[in-house]
């Protein structure tokens, strides 16, 4: 009897194993880091407060709110830099793709910024500040 109870204790906690280290790996495997070319293009780059809708705040005539920052297939920034810049206090240089976001980094290639992924084509980071960045894809000129 004894033995049989060892035996059925053992193979409880060999599933419960299993289960936890083939958990982790399914969640792991769900996100999927995209090539650089997926996001290369322009993006237009709201600043908001968290109160503020951004779609309000597109239709405001507010230049500073808003500008169109251009991503590129190299993973360096072209025009927007530095209106983004003066956002996050440091002017970004690259940037990155990362499994749940985007990354810019500065001069010497580390993150300055991480934007979250909220859907395709738009992702949001919160500054020190407060206030909030979005980065939604402009849809190309047909």
Same mark, same amino acid.
């Given at each position: 009897?004894?033995?049989?109870?060892?035996?059925?204790?053992?193979?409880?906690?060999?599933?419960?194993?299993?289960?936890?280290? /083939?958990?982790?790996?399914?969640?792991? +495997? #769900?996100?999927?880091?995209? @090539?650089? #070319?997926?996001?290369?293009?322009?993006?237009?780059?709201?600043? /908001?407060t968290?109160?503020? %809708?951004?779609?309000?705040?597109?239709? !405001?005539?507010?230049? #500073?709110?808003?500008?169109e920052? @251009?991503?590129?297939?190299?993973?360096?920034?072209?025009?927007?830099?530095?209106?983004?810049?003066?956002?996050? @206090?440091?002017?970004?240089?690259?940037?990155?793709?990362?499994p749940?976001?985007? +990354?810019?980094?500065?001069? @010497?290639? /580390?993150?300055? !910024?991480?934007? /979250?992924?909220?859907? %395709?084509?738009?992702?949001?980071?919160?500054?020190? +500040?407060?206030?909030?960045?979005?980065?939604?894809?402009?849809?190309?000129?047909?």
């Amino acid at each position: 009897m004894v033995n049989k109870a060892f035996t059925y204790r053992a193979a409880a906690w060999l599933c419960a194993a299993f289960l936890v280290i /083939s958990g982790e790996t399914g969640m792991a +495997s #769900s996100l999927r880091l995209e @090539e650089p #070319s997926v996001f290369a293009g322009k993006w237009l780059a709201t600043l /908001s407060t968290t109160r503020d %809708d951004p779609k309000a705040q597109k239709l !405001q005539d507010k230049p #500073s709110n808003t500008c169109e920052v @251009e991503l590129l297939a190299n993973q360096t920034l072209g025009q927007g830099t530095n209106c983004l810049g003066a956002w996050l @206090e440091q002017a970004p240089i690259g940037w990155f793709a990362d499994p749940d976001g985007l +990354s810019m980094t500065g001069n @010497e290639g /580390s993150r300055i !910024q991480f934007f /979250s992924r909220q859907r %395709d084509g738009y992702y949001l980071a919160t500054l020190q +500040s407060g206030l909030v960045v979005t980065l939604e894809r402009v849809a190309p000129d047909k």
